[in-house]
T-cell receptor, first 117, second 113 residues
Framework: DAGVTQSPTHLIKTRGQQVTLRCSPK?????VSWYQQALGQGPQFIFQ???????QRGNFPDRFSGHQFPNYSSELNVNALLLGDSALYLC????????????????FGAGSRLTVL | QQQVKQSPQSLIVQKGGISIINCAYE??????FPWYQQFPGKGPALLIA?????SEKKEGRFTISFNKSAKQFSLHIMDSQPGDSATYFC????????????FGSGTQLTVLP
């Protein structure tokens, strides 16, 4: 059973460029959340997608946008890259509507490491 | 605003010892408190979680202690093993925002053989 897969694994961009990161959720999951993890820090919530709509959003500027496709996969787009956007971007999937303790269980991918020069 | 404060930043324990990591939260609306384990090059993986209606939860060598009045919770790893060497994150979320976790800053645990 494949877990959460993310691509690319690593990428390097320059300031001002745009980047797209991709995520395939764990089989059977329908919700995708994106987190930004700066070096030496805990992950920070960017946004969550369910039924192809952004449902919740953290404290990130509009330069960060996303999309969810009918097959539940998702993309994270970041425009006008800044040096401070350098981080590990984590995708996490879950199954919404699952009762009990399972409702809160996020399965994380290994992340996409973005370096902005 | 850092809503979940985690300490210590790093911890070194001898094999067989007890590892203790502490977290404190500010938002009283939080009602779900998981701990995640992250190995280098991997994403965080859920280790154990607790809700505020219980004061302790144990799974194998891992125990969460929860103090609602103090707004604190901690992870205890009994009989620590070198394979437990990883970064540990506490987190919290509230009802209706179960997938919007607020993470602590992490504790890098090293268990010496």
């Amino acid at each position: 059973d494949a877990g959460v897969t993310q691509s690319p694994t690593h990428l390097i961009k320059t300031r001002g460029q745009q980047v797209t990161l991709r995520c395939s959720p764990k089989s059977g999951h329908d919700t995708v959340s994106w987190y930004q993890q700066a070096l030496g820090q805990g992950p920070q919530f960017i946004f969550q997608y369910y039924e192809e709509e952004e449902r919740q959003r953290g404290n990130f500027p509009d330069r960060f946008s996303g999309h969810q496709f009918p097959n539940y996969s998702s993309e994270l787009n970041v425009n006008a890259l800044l040096l401070g956007d350098s981080a590990l971007y984590l995708c996490a999937s879950s199954l919404i509507g699952r009762g009990g303790s399972g409702a809160n269980v996020l399965t994380f991918g290994a992340g996409s490491r973005l370096t902005v020069l | 605003q850092q809503q979940v404060k985690q300490s210590p930043q790093s911890l070194i324990v001898q094999k067989g010892g007890i590892s203790i990591i502490n977290c404190a939260y500010e938002n009283t609306a939080f009602d779900y408190f998981p701990w995640y384990q992250q190995f280098p090059g991997k994403g965080p993986a859920l280790l154990i979680a607790i809700r505020p209606d219980v004061s302790e939860k144990k799974e194998g060598r891992f125990t969460i202690s929860f103090n609602k009045s103090a707004k604190q919770f901690s992870l205890h790893i009994m009989d620590s093993q070198p394979g437990d060497s990883a970064t540990y994150f506490c987190a919290a979320s509230k009802s209706g925002s179960a997938r919007q976790l607020t993470f602590g800053s992490g504790t890098q645990l090293t268990v010496l053989p």
